[in-house]
């Protein structure tokens, strides 16, 4: 009994050592031969869905097809630079804002010139000319003239007047130069033979008032 038992034990041995495993090793082999296949199909499915080669992998952001860039109005510290600022914009803006308010407001458009203007005009050979000028909303005038010291007849001259392009300045078309007048406020300046204002310490008797 014994002999047959070593026989047995040494029949196992011998097929061991010759490659063919027992039954626990073979369950173990199976085993690790099913864990080692599904780890190859896990891999080929994770290298199906990941990203291609050079692909980015980071997350991809949606761009506007339009960019809004909010420009910021400039922030003014000092109160006193942006008085500074203001008095510089008013002193280019001044000659065109004078311009415009000599164009739009004339003795023309802007003074009711029409009526009768008196005043004693210098003489050379007399000691003054009385002179009433009448001017009428028809462009028409009437001047009367008195040489005083010298006549006593008044001279009597009708006719039309009309106005220079600046809006200011009448001419009596049926006189001879000097026959330009300023159209002030309640006033008529007598102009010189180049059609100017008269200056010096007799300008003032060039000056006809509204009665």
Known sequence: MKRTCLRKNTNTNENSKHGVPSDLFKTNYLRMKILKINLMICCFFVAACGPGPGEDTREKREIPDTVVIQEKEPVVDDEFDMAEALKEYYKQQEPEWEEAFRREHTSRNSLDYHGDYKGTLPCADCEGIMTKISLNLDYTFRMTRRY???????????????????????????????????VGELALFKLDMDGNRIIGDLAHKYTLVKQ
């Open 148 to 182: 005083l010291g010298k006549d006593d007849r008044e001279y009597v001259i009708e006719g039309t007047f009309s106005w220079e392009e600046c809006g200011n300045i009448i001419r009596l078309n049926e006189l001879d130069k000097p026959n330009q007048y300023h």
